[in-house]
T-cell receptor, first 115, second 115 residues
Framework: DSGVTQTPKHLITATGQRVTLRCSPR?????VYWYQQSLDQGLQFLIH???????AKGNILERFSAQQFPDLHSELNLSSLELGDSALYFC??????????????FGPGTRLTVL | AQSVTQLGSHVSVSEGALVLLRCNYS??????LFWYVQYPNQGLQLLLK??????LVKGINGFEAEFKKSETSFHLTKPSAHMSDAAEYFC?????????????FGKGTRLSVIA
């Protein structure tokens, strides 16, 4: 158990819908990263938040957005869902993330299925 | 831009045989390199990391990897495979000096261990 929790574990929805994935980082970790794992694209970095502020964006679609709240939990919002958004979404947390390396601890993931 | 290439999407070895999983990276600055393991229906777990100290890095579960700058490689090895090693392995790179530390992953190599 990494200490990172993600809810829900599984999510099945229809095209065009909107969903919210939630991540609670390890106690004391200030950074939250979101990654998407799909069969065709592999594991891709989506976005990084540090202490409530967006730090870096990767291959995140405009239909997707995220935020990190004052209690440091993070939510990833996916809207206008398409079949191709079906994937495993991972959240990872680390202590820092401001230029020095800190191990990223991964949550168990949320499996999103868009029908 | 940084990238990672893992040679072989699937590697099969006999129990007790040598495990060799190949990883080559491309990075414009000295990178930090990682191997992660993903067991079925679980998140990613860090096996080992290279962060510019010793070039031969030892990790958990008997795995080790050697950083070879001249070959831009970071291959993962284990002298004797165990059935419990069957999993998906991901090589990743991070350009820490850029000020943030999202990971760039390879496509992954699925390791099968045959009894």
């Amino acid at each position: 158990d990494s200490g990172v929790t993600q809810t829900p574990k599984h999510l099945i929805t229809a095209t065009g819908q909107r969903v919210t994935l939630r991540c609670s980082p390890r106690s004391g970790d200030l950074s939250v990263y979101w990654y998407q794992q799909s069969l065709d694209q592999g594991l891709q970095f989506l976005i990084h938040y540090y202490n409530g502020e967006e730090r870096a964006k990767g291959n995140i679609l405009e239909r997707f957005s995220a935020q990190q709240f004052p209690d440091l939990h993070s939510e990833l919002n996916l809207s206008s869902l398409e079949l191709g958004d079906s994937a495993l979404y991972f959240c990872a947390s680390s202590v820092l993330g401001t230029g020095t390396w800190n191990e990223q601890f991964f949550g168990p993931g949320t499996r999103l299925t868009v029908l | 831009a940084q990238s990672v290439t893992q040679l072989g999407s699937h590697v099969s070895v006999s129990e007790g045989a040598l495990v060799l999983l190949r990883c080559n990276y491309s990075s414009s600055v000295p990178p930090y390199l990682f191997w992660y393991v993903q067991y079925p229906n679980q998140g990613l777990q860090l096996l080992l990391k290279y962060t510019s100290a010793a070039t031969l890095v030892k990790g958990i579960n008997g795995f080790e990897a050697e950083f070879k700058k001249s070959e831009t490689s970071f291959h993962l090895t284990k002298p004797s495979a165990h059935m419990s090693d069957a999993a998906e392995y991901f090589c990743a790179v991070s350009e820490v000096y850029s000020g943030n530390t999202p990971l760039v992953f390879g496509k992954g190599t699925r390791l099968s261990v045959i009894a």
